[in-house]
C-alpha cells in the first residue's frame, strides 16, 4: 500500500501541477480549461516527433514547449478576442472543443499508438526503506510546488499580478484604467501552455501516454484543484499529491480497480456537493 | 379574430404526426431501395441521432453541459449484452429498451449533483464520468465479447434491411415522445430552468423534478442508442463509446442545435457522411472529429446553431403584433374588504448583521390591492422574495387561506396560489407567450381565455417568441402568465419598469380590475406613486425594514414620517 502511494506521487507531481495551472486559468482567464492536458500532450509529442529523425532531444524538448505554447495561446487569443465578456461556461466551452481538436489533430499526425518517449529523468533519486523513490517523482513534486509558489508570489507581490487580478475580476473597469486586456490574457495562456508541456514532457515516459490518456488527466487534476475551490494554490498542490497517492494505494489492490476509475469522479461530485451546499438558487436574487 | 390569432392554429400535434408518418414511409422505402452498404450506414445514423437527440433535451433545451452521452450508451449496451448472455426472456428489442430504462435511472444518479451544480462544474462532473467509464469499459470489456457471444437480432429484423427498417421506427416513436415533451409544460420547464432557476419555481415548477428529468430522458435516449448499436453490429465494443466521442458528439449538438428533432437527425447524417466522405477521399477520418471541434468554436462564439440559423432565415420577418387592449367599460366598484387571504405576523429577514426586514405584519384581504412602497434598500423586494419562499430562513409566520407556509417551497407555494412577478427579467426568451402562458398556469387554459387574458394586459399575439419581445413587455407576459394562474395571491414587483408614462396609467386601470375580473388579491410594488395611488386604496410604506405607516392612500400619502422618508425632508408631495 505505502510502496503504492509513494509510487503514485508521480501522478501526484503532475495532476498537482495541472491543479495549479486551472486554479491560475480559473483565476485569471475565467476559464476551466479542458484543454490544459492536450497543449502539454501535443506539445510533448511534436518533441517525440522531432527526435526520431535525430533532432537532439534538448531542441526537440524546446520547441515541444513552444508548440504547447503556441497551441495554448491561440486557444486564449480565440476566447479572448470573441468572447471576452461571455460566461465561464461558454468559455469553457470553447476549450472542450479545442480537446477534441487537439487529440483528433495528434491521432492524425502522431497515430494513435503510444510513442516512444526518450526520458529527461531516469532512475531512482533516493530509497526509503524498502521503497524507491524515482527522480521523475522528485522533480515533479518540487515542480507543483514551485509552480504554486511562483504563481503566489506574482499574483500578490507583482504589478503584473495586480492587473492580472484587476482583469479578471472587473475585466472592464480594468479596460477603462488602460491595462490592455487580451495581451494580458493570451499571456496567460501561454505560460500556462509552457508549464503544462513541461511537465508532461517529464512524465510521458512513465504514463500510459497515448493522447486521450494524458489529455483525460485533466480529469484528476480538475477534481484536486476543487479541493482549493479553484482559487487555493496550496490546496490544489495537496490535493493533486494526495490523489495521486491514493491512486497509486488503490493500483495495489485488485479487486479495486473499479473505484480507482471512478476515485476522481467520487471526489469531483464530493467536493463540489460540498463547496457549492449553499448555492440552492441559480442567482442570489 | 385578427390575422395573428389565426397563424397560431394549434397544429401542435397534427404536423409533426405527419412529419412522423412520412418519416416512417422514407424509411421503409431506404430499406428496400438503397444499396446494401447504405442501409448499414443508415442505421449508424440513426444511432447517432438518437444519441443526438437526447443530448438536444440536456444541453440544447436544459442548458446543462453534459460531456458524458455515450456513457449512457454504455449502460444500454452492457444491458443488453448482459441479457443476451444470460438468455433473458424476450428479445433484442425488449432488452433494448430494458438498456434505456436502466440508462434513464443512472442519468437521474449523474443527474443529482445537477440539483446544485451548474454550467462548467457540472461539464467536471460529466467530463469525470465519461472518463471513469471510459476507463472501466476498457478494462473489464463488455459481456460475453470475451468469449465471443453474438447478440442476435431479433426476427423479422433479422437482415440489415429489415432492421434498418426497426432503427427507423425506434427513432420515429423516440422523436415523436420528444417533440410532445418538447412543447408540452415539461419541455417548457426545461427552457424556463435553462433560463432561471427562480423564475421556474415562481411558476410552480420543481427544479429538481425539471432537471432532473431532462437528465433521465437525455439518458435513456442514450442507452436506447447503446442497444441498437449492439444489436446492429453484433457485439458491442469499447471503442465506440469512447469519452472522445462522447466530447465530438456534445459538440455536434452545440453546432447544430439538437434538440430540434429535424436537426437531430441531420447531426446524425453529419455524424456518420462527414468521416464516410473523408474516407472516399483518402484523408483520415479524424480530421471529421477536428472539423466537428472547428465548427464547435465557430457556434460557441457566434452564440448561435445551424438549427436556429435555418429556422431565423425561413421565418418570414416577424414583426411582434400587440393584442389590442381590449376596452374597458366596466367601473371598478368599491372594493368590500372580506376574510384575510394571507397573513403576515413579525415578519423578519437578516443578512448578517443587517436587519433588512423587521418585525413585519400585514393582513392581504380577499379583493385587496394594497401598495407597497419605500425609498430603495426599505426591504420592498426583499419581503416578496420572504412571501415566495426563496428566504426560508426568515422568522415570523406567513400563512395563506389559514395554512402556514413554514419550509413550504417556493415552487409548492406557486401552486398553492401565492405566485409573484419579478424585477428582474425571468422570462425564458426560448418560449412563444403561448407556451409560457400554459407553462406558469399549469391548467387547461382555453384558447378563448388565452387570448382575452392577453389582449387584456395589451400583450402580443399568443405565436410570439419572447425573444423578439421587449423587456418591458415581457413583464407584462409575466403578469398575464401568473394571472392565468388563478392566484389566490399575486404579489407584483415594479410591472410598470421599462414601460412608458402613458403605459403605466394604462397598466394602472387593468391592475386596478384583476381582483373582480380574477380573483386574485394583489401586493403592489411600485415606485410611481401616480399609478401606486390610481390602483390601491391601502398603502403599506417600509422604511429600512420597519413598516412606517399602513393604511388609507390618502392619509398613509400626507402622513410627515412617510414624506420624510420616501421624498426627502425638503420636497413636498
Redesign the interface.
Known sequence: MIQGALAGLASGGLYATIAVCLTVMSRLARVVNFAQVAVGMFGAFSSVWLAGPGVPMWLATVIGILVGATLSGIVGLVIATWLAEADVAVRSGVTVAALLVLIALSFILFGTKPLPFTPIFRGAAFTVGTVVISQITVVLVIVAVAVAVAARLVLTRTLLGLRLRALSERPITAELLGIRSRPLSVGVWIVSGIVTTFVVEIVAPSQSNDAVALSMTVVPAAAAALLGAFRRLDLAVVGGLVLGMLDGALAQLQGLALLRYFLPFLVIVGLLLWLQRGEVWDVAR | MSPADRRVSPTRYGVPLLVAVVGLAAGWGLSVGLPDYYVFLGTSVIVAAISLLGLGVVTGSAGM?A?CQLSFAVIGAWVTSELNLVKAPGNGILWMVAGAIAAGIVGLLVGL?AL??????L???T???A??V???VN??QFPGTAIGVQVFRPQPFFTDRSFFLLSVIVMVIAAVIVYALQVSRVGSGWRAVAF???GTASAGASVRTTKLSAFAVSAALGGLSGGLVTLQVGFASASTF???QS??L??LA?VNGSYLVDMAVFGGILWVAVPEILKRLGI?Q?????V???L??QA????TNLGEIVRAAARRRSEVVVLEPAALDDEVPDPTPDAPVLIVQGLGVRFGNVAALDGVDLTLRAGEIIGLIGPNGAGK?TMI?ALSG?LPGHTGTITLDGRDLARVSPARRARLGLRRTFQ?DRVPPSLTVEAYVRFVARRRVPRPELIDLLSFLGCPAPGTRLAAVDVGTRRLVEVAAQLASRPRVLLLDEPAAGLSHEEHLALGERLARIPIRYGASVILIEHDLDLVRGVCRRILVLDFGKVLADGDRDAVLSDKAVLAAYMGETELL
Open positions: 453541459m460531456l449533483p446544485r451544480l451548474r454550467g462548467v462544474n461539464a467536471v462532473v467530463l469525470g464520468f472518463a471513469a471510459g476507463l472501466a478494462q473489464y432561471s432557476e427562480r469512447a469519452p472522445l466530447l465530438a456534445y459538440v452545440i483520415p479524424d480530421w471529421s472529429l477536428v466537428f471541434g472547428v464547435g468554436v460557441l462564439t457566434s452564440r423586494s422574495d426563496f428582474q
